[in-house]
């Protein structure tokens, strides 16, 4: 009895913010290299088509659904596996109370003396500039989401100076969507943004500081774990020589919470190829389309640390039981095409020795 509706779906998260339900999933694409398809079995995986396939589905609280697709292949796996290691790493360090000291200690040290007049004038300007981002951050309340009907300033001695940051991005999007509701977002937004300057810039008292539970202060640098390529299927284009084309980026943010960041993008572009049979997407030319299965849209989806650690492990299990399971006929094919290979090439020898010609082909004098 067939219970599951998407049954090889790989990794699926998600999230939801605001009512809208984001969703990622990966889906493997893998086959196998055979010798009869000019591949190397040794390497397991044919060399044009295995990959995984990414998609953000974002659902609306109104309805509807919109999608964006992209593939990873599966060569480049390592390679994010070992840009991630890294990262964590550094963020580890980065979070560190020993690192925090240290920079501390180096801040003060490079700090030249100031006059106590000069100090008691910085004081005054912090004193003043806490002030109006406080009134600032005070004065709205949020109108939705999670931290509906709390001020800015409330949510963040709540602790909830990421969902603060979060509520930015979708603001500022449901402005671009609905313009009629602009100047409201916009007066959230610097409300929301005072409350944060607060926070990055240690405006705060230690007796306020107590009661975040989250720093709120950027991330200290950015690693790419996968670089954004446009790439699309120039096999199919419409009528007017578009093809569908996508773009996948993959971002480590340090210090953050949430620190992976999967992007994806979807647009129609020309695809031009080079000389060497490459393809080329100009992206400058793609069209503005804002509806259809290929829109110009872009999404993006958060992970936390121990979720993407875990879905990695999840991907690396999978690929390694399409490993075994392929393990014993590709090695039988290679050990077949590599006899038959060398069995061609004895026949080969043997006509052209026939034939009264040397190795390389050409024939030999006779004397």
Request: net charge positive.
């Amino acid at each position: 009895m067939a219970l599951s509706k998407n049954p090889k779906d790989l990794v699926k998260e998600f999230k939801t913010v605001n009512g809208t339900v984001t969703t990622l999933i990966v889906k493997p694409e893998f086959f196998p290299a055979w010798a009869g398809d000019d591949d190397q079995p040794y390497r397991v995986y044919d060399k044009s088509f295995s990959r995984l396939v990414v998609t953000i589905i974002r659902k609306p609280a109104g309805g509807g659904k919109l999608v964006v697709n992209a593939n990873i292949p599966v060569w480049d796996l390592a390679g994010i596996y070992k840009a991630a290691e890294n990262a964590s790493m550094m963020g580890a360090v980065i979070s560190s109370s020993t690192f925090k000291w240290a920079m501390d200690t180096l801040k003060k040290a490079s700090e030249p003396e100031t006059p106590a007049s000069v100090n008691d004038g910085q004081n005054s300007r912090r004193e003043e500039n806490k002030k109006k981002a406080i009134q600032r951050a005070s004065e709205i309340k949020i109108a939705n989401g999670k931290l509906k009907g709390k001020t800015p300033y409330q949510a963040l001695l709540d602790g909830e100076a990421d969902t603060l940051a979060n509520q930015i991005g979708w603001l500022e999007e449901s402005s671009r969507k609905n313009p009629k509701y602009k100047k409201t977002n916009d007066a959230q937004v610097n409300a929301i943004k005072a409350a944060l300057y607060l926070a990055n810039n240690n405006l705060l008292s230690e007796e306020e500081k107590k009661t975040i539970q989250h720093e709120c202060a950027p991330a200290q640098e950015t690693i790419v774990l996968l670089p954004a390529t446009p790439k699309g299927d120039s096999r199919h284009p419409d009528e007017n020589d578009f093809c569908k084309c996508y773009e996948i980026e993959i971002l480590w943010h340090i210090g953050d919470r949430y620190p992976v960041e999967v992007k994806i993008g979807n647009y129609e572009a020309p695809i031009r190829k080079d000389a060497s049979g490459r393809q080329n997407v100009i992206k400058s030319e793609r069209k503005k389309n804002e509806k259809g299965e290929y829109a110009d849209r872009n999404f993006s989806f958060r992970l936390d640390e121990t979720s993407f650690w875990n879905d990695v492990r999840m991907i690396k299990a999978h690929m390694s039981r399409f490993e075994q399971l392929y393990a014993f006929n590709q090695f039988r094919d290679a050990d077949e095409c590599d006899e038959e290979n060398r069995k061609r090439a004895a026949e080969e020898k043997a006509k052209r020795e026939a034939a009264g010609m040397n190795p390389s082909g050409m024939r030999m004098a006779r004397g």
